[in-house]
């Protein structure tokens, strides 16, 4: 099946008793047994729900892989995804990562022991440097928050084979319409289904997805065991975003295209992050990688002064200023203060996140309509 069709149908079976067409919200904590242990797969909710089965299925289905495991944030996905770690491990990390992954690693993770690295890996070769026999695992994003660098996923992909080191590729900013990075050989998927999934700014969520049946074995058992489960209401909404996932992820992409290379133009934008345009030094790699370029697009103002970037904030309408990405609707927000707030000043400089920066969730609004916003707000 083809990705627009999988979108549609992948995970769809009709209800069992009543031949719903679509998978009822099983609003239940427990199933009744007909006798002690004797069931059809459904005991207690925290274990199984048929509304996340539903949704876990097409998940798997869309990153072609053959497990998928629901949890209730983005966040609780790559929590489940660190536990494997001990005290001693060594983990390789992109330096411009996403805050929250960041804090996650730092604050919780690394006072526990665990020893974590972050390196540009848009250099796939400096990977050679930072791997050493303590490593167990490479956190990837691709493209990356907010500065949407592309990672070479197949170079660090043979760097780590036969090591058993675990790739994982954080594929939020992407979603599966854009890449399948288990197709290229990466061993876990993450998600924060809140975004593109989800795609209409109304719930919290994450997924991770994997084709190792070992690997899914001991996320599935984190999963129950540690209990960060989304409820079936919030796996309904998901299902019902991926439907339009293809269409919405089409229009994201042209209308991010369009807002790039009309800031590009405009003489009071200075440097424009989009790995669309031709002059992103990860052009060549994401048109190879990617099936297009997405829905994010940073820019600087030539004056880069925190106020400058207030200025034109305040002065959007249509982009609303706000956390979060991948709705329908348009977004701008302001990194340094806002998703890398909690990484410390000198180091987010470092990661070329300055006070200048805007970054754009570019909706699905008509693009006239967010060409004109611009142009208002910046003028
Ligand atoms: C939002 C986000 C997360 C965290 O997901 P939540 O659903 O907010 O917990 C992780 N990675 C990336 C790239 C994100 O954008």
Redesign the pocket.
Known sequence: MKFATKVIHAGMEPDPSTGAIIPPIYQTSTFVQEGPGVHKGYTYARSHNPTRTALQTALASLENGRHALCFG????A?DAALRSLKPGDEVVATADI?G??YRLMNQIYAPMGVIFRFVDLTDAEALHTHIGPGTKMIWM?TPT?PLLKIIDLEAVVKHCQNRGIITVV?N??ASPYLQTPLDIGVDLV?H????YLGGHSDV???ALITNDDELAQRLAFVQNTTGAVPGPQDCFLVLRGLKTLALRMERHGQNAMKVAHWLDLHPKVGAVYYPGLPQHPGHALASRQMRDFGGMVSFELKDQRYEEALRVMKGLELFALGE??GGVESLCAHPASMSHGSVPKAEREAMGISDGLIRLSVGIEDIADLLGDLERAIA
Request: glycine share 14%; hydrophobic share 40%; net charge negative.
């Open positions: 944030s983005g966040m609780a790559i996403y929250g992954t994003e928050n954080d939020t900013f993450m924060s289904a809140t975004k919290i969520m994450g979060s990405l």
